[in-house]
């Protein structure tokens, strides 16, 4: 509530601005009072020296402040000036969702900041000029690619900000990037092809294998040796293991005492009893539609559909988790969490169901749950409408972790299915350029008559089974989910997510199958250890060892 006020209200968002600014004006602050300790007023070799890596557009506003504390306080000149933010800033995308890119309204900037401001108005000018040569007479370009969206409300785009001031962008996962070049920033990419470039993310094994996996980190050291901490390309090492039958049972055997842990997790947090002997299916993430949580409630309420017409041939027993913070003013985000917890309650308390169906929302989601979390878990859900999730990093833990993912056609998923096989995979849904294909003419409806299970699943949430005395709580959700607008697609992959989860039951039902499949998810997470990632970033955008040899 404090440092992410909800900024619905004007006032939550002139204090984010100011935070954002204090933030990057002390680090930039900082750095420079370093610098002119041992320089000097000499600015010939700070370029070389210093790098600051804008992590998201939260701190972009460091681009202007750095051009006013060089101009304004060091007494540089425009272009010297100029030429040092460019040569020192590098940015970082982490979303596709347009909605979510930062723009602050000109009034307010003004208002804050009017140094900042008449610096950004500059900025522009000599940007458009650019553009302007570029593509002459192409004003609705330079319209387009202005840092000021125009209106009655003028704002400023950071993002565009952001790329403008920096010698580097770039996105989080191979599509990510892909897309911010084809799509979102296409005009820019257009502009500087040779700024975009790939990092994708990754997660430390130090914290998500080692610290919070004990058990899996003995039994991984007594097969290969120690050095696969520190050194990601040794989780390679592991392959062969997945056919040593003996070490499949030891690997099942951690498994199952992880699964301990996170039934006493479950139950202390929100009272349902999981079994360990039944498959954890496991979705924790923030709540948002794009990550469609509602996808996983629906396959849920198909499952129960099926075991009360007694239709339970080929079904595998599981306990499904789902976890995770809605933010403060997103209400349908809050409508799921509350439809979970009412699907969860009508299941649980039904004992013809005990047998193959548990449901638990987890509230109070943190890294601390998680790490309880991904070492207990069988099926990692990643089922964002493919497109959307820039990257995702709770696939990596999972996955190092020995679960196995089913999921989209999305972010790093991608990766991971390219670096586990794609026979290790559950793989479903359409892909990112079908999705904007069939956006057009989508018609959620006829999918819904078209498919008996989907019929009876939304007749179910219709015809208020799961609110009985909570008359038309759940009717926003219902008329996302049959709208022609439905960003998100949720109907669209309903059969395809279905289909896969069948088959995720029949492997799981083949213990030795599933063992090896999830030996060979850990065996191949090594590339998304974060000391590969780092090290990217380290010889691609920030050039350390040329760095340090021009002045050490
Ligand atoms: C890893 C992690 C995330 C990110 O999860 P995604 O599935 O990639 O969205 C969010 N919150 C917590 C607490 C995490 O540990």
New binding site residues.
């Given amino acids: 509530m404090v440092l992410y006020p909800n900024d619905v209200s004007e006032q939550g968002k002139e204090l984010r601005l100011r935070q954002q600014y204090f933030l990057a004006s002390a680090s930039l602050q900082d750095v420079l009072r370093q610098w002119v300790r041992a320089n000097g007023n000499d600015f010939t070799h700070f370029a070389d020296k210093n790098g600051f890596q804008l992590n998201d557009t939260h701190p972009t506003v460091a681009i202007p402040e750095l051009m006013r504390l060089l101009m304004d306080e060091q007494g540089l000149c425009w272009d010297d000036a100029w030429d040092i933010t460019t040569k020192t800033m590098a940015y970082t995308n982490h979303t596709l969702l347009p909605e979510a890119l930062e723009a602050w309204s000109v009034a307010l900037f003004r208002e804050l900041l009017p140094r900042l401001m008449d610096i950004t108005y500059e900025i522009n000018a000599r940007f458009l000029t650019q553009v302007a040569q570029r593509w002459p007479g192409d004003c609705y370009r330079q319209q387009r690619m202005s840092i000021i969206e125009e209106g009655d409300h003028p704002r400023i785009r950071m993002a565009y900000m952001a790329i403008i001031g920096s010698y580097s962008v770039n996105g989080v996962a191979s599509l990510h990037t892909d897309l911010l070049a084809r799509g979102l920033f296409a005009d820019f990419y257009q502009l500087w092809p040779e700024k975009f470039n790939n990092k994708t993310n990754g997660v430390t094994p130090r914290r998500w294998l080692s610290h919070c996996n004990p058990g899996l980190k003995s039994l991984i050291t007594e097969a290969i040796g120690d050095q696969w901490i520190s050194d990601y390309r040794q989780f390679e090492q592991l392959k062969p293991f997945a056919d040593d039958v003996q070490f499949a049972k030891r690997f099942t055997a951690i498994k199952q005492q992880n699964k301990q842990a996170l039934t006493d997790l479950v139950f202390k947090n929100c009272g349902v009893r999981f079994d360990i002997d039944m498959m954890f299916d496991v979705q924790v ?2 709540i948002h539609e794009y990550k469609r949580q509602l996808l996983n409630v629906l396959h849920i309420i198909h499952l129960y559909d099926r075991v009360r017409r007694g239709d339970t041939e080929g079904m595998e027993p599981r306990c499904v988790l789902i976890g995770g913070k809605a933010a403060p003013g997103y209400v349908l985000a809050k409508t799921i969490i509350k439809l979970i917890n009412n699907v969860a309650q009508v299941i649980n308390r039904d004992h013809a169901l005990n047998d193959w169906l548990k449901v638990a929302f987890i509230s109070d ?3 601390t749950a ?1 790490e309880i979390i991904a070492p207990g878990t069988d099926l990692s859900e990643q089922i964002s409408t493919a497109g959307k999730e820039a990257s ?4 990596m ?1 999972f996955m190092m972790n020995g679960a196995v993912t089913i999921g989209t056609l999305d972010g790093a998923n991608i990766e991971i299915r390219e670096a586990v096989g794609e026979e290790n995979f559950f793989l479903f849904g359409l892909t990112a350029d079908e999705v904007e294909a069939i956006r057009p003419e989508y018609d959620p409806n006829h999918s819904i008559d078209e498919d008996d299970d989907l019929t009876r699943v939304m007749s179910l949430l219709e015809s208020g089974h799961f609110n009985l005395f909570e008359d038309g709580i759940f009717d926003s959700i219902i008329a996302a989910i049959r709208s022609h607008s439905d960003l998100w697609m949720i109907a669209a992959d309903f059969r395809s997510y279905i289909d896969a989860q069948a088959r995720v039951a029949e492997i799981y039902r083949d213990k030795q199958a599933w063992a090896r499949m999830s030996i060979l998810n850990t065996a191949s997470s090594g590339y998304f250890s974060s000391d590969r990632t780092i090290n990217e970033y380290k010889e691609d955008i920030w050039h350390r060892e040329l760095k340090n040899e021009t002045n050490s």
């Fill in positions: 993430k923030r989601y943190s890294v998680m995702g990093t709770g696939n833990k």
